[in-house]
Nanobody, 119 residues
C-alpha cells in the first residue's frame, strides 16, 4: 500500500480558508493515479469531497462546489485541496487517497488531517 501523508488542517473560524496537502511516497506512480480528497465527520460515513483524474479533470461534491479547488503536482507527488469560505459543517478529518470509482472506498488510509471550523 502506498504511503500518503496529509497536512494543513487546523482550527479556524467560519469564513476562513485552508489549504490541505498530501505527500505521496517517492517512487509511487502518482502521476498515473486518479486521486481524491475524502473527509469523515464525527458519527458520519467517510465521503468523497473532490477528485482529480490523472489527466487533471476535476469533480466536486455539492457540499464544497464553488468553495474548493483540488490540484496536483505530479513532479512533487503532491495533492492539494484549497477550501474557502469554510463552514462548521466542513469540520472533519480529511484524507487523500486514490479514487477507484463511484462509491468505492480504498482499503488503506493514512492518518488524515483534522479540520475544525468554529462558528
Amino acid at each position: 500500500q502506498v504511503q500518503l501523508v496529509e497536512s494543513g488542517g487546523g482550527l479556524v473560524q467560519a469564513g476562513a480558508s485552508l489549504r490541505l496537502s498530501c505527500a505521496a511516497a517517492p517512487g509511487w506512480l502518482f502521476r498515473e493515479q486518479d486521486m481524491g480528497w475524502y473527509r469523515q465527520a464525527p458519527g458520519k460515513a467517510r465521503e468523497l469531497v473532490a477528485r482529480i483524474s490523472s489527466g487533471g479533470s476535476t469533480n466536486y461534491a455539492e457540499s464544497v462546489k464553488g468553495r474548493a479547488t483540488i490540484s496536483r503536482d505530479n513532479a512533487k507527488n503532491t495533492l492539494n485541496l484549497q477550501v474557502d469560505s469554510l463552514k462548521p459543517d466542513d469540520t472533519a478529518v480529511y484524507y487523500c487517497n486514490t479514487y477507484l470509482g463511484p462509491r468505492i472506498m480504498p482499503d488503506y488510509w493514512g492518518q488524515g488531517t483534522q479540520v475544525t471550523v468554529s462558528s
